[in-house]
């Protein structure tokens, strides 16, 4: 997650395939596209696999959630590019939890 700009407020910021969408804590913002799909994925609660690996339900009322409804439209495609240390350290123990699963070390 070291790419990632680690916040202490709750905005989250993705780029899928060059479109920028956004999650300020309450509202989606951005390329249209991306909005509408995760308006839709959060208001019907779709569950949406994070990065292809770690479903999630789609809400607008929490960190996480909110970033699973940001990667409804591409998720396996989409590049977190702002996130609360909420939104950083969920995915940090998800890859970690992922890689013990498999039999991987962890680095360092």
């Known amino acids: 997650m070291s790419a990632t700009a680690q916040t202490e407020n709750p905005?989250?910021?993705?780029d899928a395939d060059g479109r920028v969408a956004s999650w300020d804590g309450q509202t989606f913002t951005g390329?249209?596209?991306?909005?509408?799909?995760?308006?839709?994925?959060?208001?019907?609660g779709e569950v949406?696999?994070?990065f292809g690996f770690f479903p999630v339900q789609?809400?607008?009322g929490h960190p996480v959630r909110a970033l699973a409804a940001l990667m409804a439209h591409?998720?396996?495609r989409t590049l977190?590019?702002?996130?609360?240390?909420e939104v950083t350290d969920w995915l940090?123990?998800?890859?970690?939890?992922?890689?013990?699963?498999?039999?991987?070390e962890q680095a360092g």
Do not use: N, Y
């Open 11 to 14: 905005a989250i910021e993705v």
């Open 92 to 104: 940090d123990e998800a890859f970690r939890a992922r890689d013990a699963e498999h039999g991987h």
């Open 74 to 76: 591409s998720p396996g």
């Open 48 to 50: 949406v696999e994070v």
């Open 31 to 44: 390329d249209t596209e991306l909005v509408q799909t995760a308006v839709r994925a959060s208001e019907t």
């Open 58 to 60: 789609a809400s607008a």
């Open 80 to 85: 977190v590019t702002r996130a609360p240390r």
